[in-house]
């Protein structure tokens, strides 16, 4: 209506304008990844790894962080856990910039039909970053992103559809819900 198109000649005369998410692919050879079972949190020593070596393992490959625990000019290394598998060929898509939650629950869902065919993954994972500057954490209330700026949750979602849901806050953040 009339009142849209005022607010588009308002951000059209201020140079303002609408960016869409940047995407980028990459295909990862021979990870190492860590040996999941759904109904083990807390793995189980040589049959399963636990919540917390996922998620250090995860931000490890994001961050690309060689998994080799070769030493080199730094002083420590890092190591997929135990047990693990090497995967041959993994996925990687990095979607950077703001997705509203409705376009999250729609990724999500569309991984859930990944497992729809038979496929050789036994688990898969969504990462969602909150911009550590954000105004708002958990429960409106403000986040503290003067003290680190923690903002993220990570589904992994397996074969049979169970799910863990990790979640992580700066230390002055509320809780999630």
């Known amino acids: ?10 951000f059209s005369k201020n140079q303002i304008r609408a960016l869409k998410p940047k995407i980028t692919f990459n295909t990862l050879r021979d990870l190492q990844c860590p040996v999941l079972q ?14 917390e070596e996922l998620f250090e393992w ?19 290394t890092y190591c997929c856990p135990q047990p693990n ?4 060929k ?9 997705i509203i939650p409705e376009k999250i629950i729609q990724l999500l869902e569309q991984l ?15 990462t969602v970053h909150g911009f550590a500057d954000s105004p708002v954490s958990w429960r409106e209330s403000e986040h503290g992103f003067h003290k680190g ?11 049979n559809l ?10 002055y953040d509320d809780c999630p819900p």
């Open 1 to 10: 209506g009339a009142e849209g198109s005022t607010l588009m000649s308002y």
């Open 38 to 51: 759904s109904s083990e949190l807390q793995g189980k020593p040589e049959e399963s790894c636990s919540t």
């Open 58 to 76: 995860l931000g490890a490959v994001l961050n690309q962080v060689g998994l080799d625990n070769k030493s080199s000019s730094f002083l420590s």
């Open 85 to 88: 598998t090497i995967v041959e």
């Open 90 to 98: 993994a996925f990687l898509c990095t979607i950077t910039g703001f």
């Open 112 to 126: 859930c039909c990944y497992f729809g065919e038979p496929k050789l993954a036994h688990w898969l994972t969504l």
């Open 149 to 159: 700026g923690e903002n993220l949750y990570n589904f992994v979602i397996f074969r």
């Open 162 to 171: 169970d799910y863990w849901l990790q979640m992580a806050v700066g230390t």
